[in-house]
């Protein structure tokens, strides 16, 4: 009988939602290792943790380890597995080159397989295409809200927000004017937090200020 790890994940926003629960994810791996005559030798999982960065996942990269030649690394779907083209298509090809197979149950793909290996391919980068464009949908309705003077973004400094609308404040852009023209005279990022702290100016979000928030008003001063 031949052998499968299973590998299951949720992010935050996953967790209730009993279709991709890690639960509902072991039991279909379960089914489909039993109906295959495949024996499950574990499970490994990674709860509430983003498919984006494949190397923080210790769930993932334990069962990336374990499985042995001849064996298989079962998955719910391939969006449980990675959130890229690249990332699947590198680890499918890290288990063909140690003589291990994919099962993807929801695409029904099985790297075993050429067609399962073809499908695999085109279907994760269908994937990626439909998260781009997504992107690119997103992008094109902050720059409306943007060029409308919308709030697009965390109310930035300098600002206040009037019924869905970014009004100037005047005592705060005086204070990005100047630390405009301190960084212009050589004054280091550090050295301008300090000045703003020691200055009592309160940052947006309530805090003190700190190098990187000085540099998301220089930046955001430069894209104006």
């Not at 979000?205 to 540099?215: L, P």
Request: a neutral charge; aromatic letters at 6%; glycine letters at 8%.
């Amino acid at each position: 009988m031949k052998q499968a790890i299973g590998y299951v994940r949720v992010s935050t926003d996953q967790q209730a939602d009993e279709g991709v629960s890690l639960e509902a994810q072991k039991s279909k791996i379960a089914a489909w290792c039993e109906l295959n005559d495949y024996e499950l030798v574990g499970v490994y999982e990674d709860a509430g943790i983003s498919g984006k960065n494949i190397t923080k996942r210790p769930g993932l990269n334990e069962a990336l380890n374990l499985v042995k030649p001849d064996m298989a690394l079962v998955v719910h779907s391939l969006s449980r597995l990675a959130r890229s083209t690249k990332d699947c298509i590198d680890i499918a090809e890290e288990l063909k080159a140690n003589n291990c197979d994919l099962v993807s149950l929801t695409e029904k793909i099985d790297t075993s397989s050429a067609m399962g290996e073809f499908f695999f391919t085109l279907i994760a980068a269908l994937g990626q295409m439909e998260r781009k464009l997504i992107g690119e949908r997103t992008k094109a309705a902050l720059a409306h809200k943007k060029a409308n003077g919308e709030k697009y973004a965390p109310i930035p400094f300098g600002y206040k927000e009037i019924e869905g609308k970014l009004e100037a404040v005047k005592k705060e852009t005086e204070l990005v004017a100047e630390i405009v023209s301190k960084r212009a005279a050589g004054a280091t990022l550090r050295s301008i937090a300090d000045w703003l702290n020691d200055e009592g100016v309160i940052g947006k979000q309530g805090g003190k200020w700190h190098a990187s928030s000085v540099s998301y008003v220089l930046k955001r001063q430069e894209a104006a």
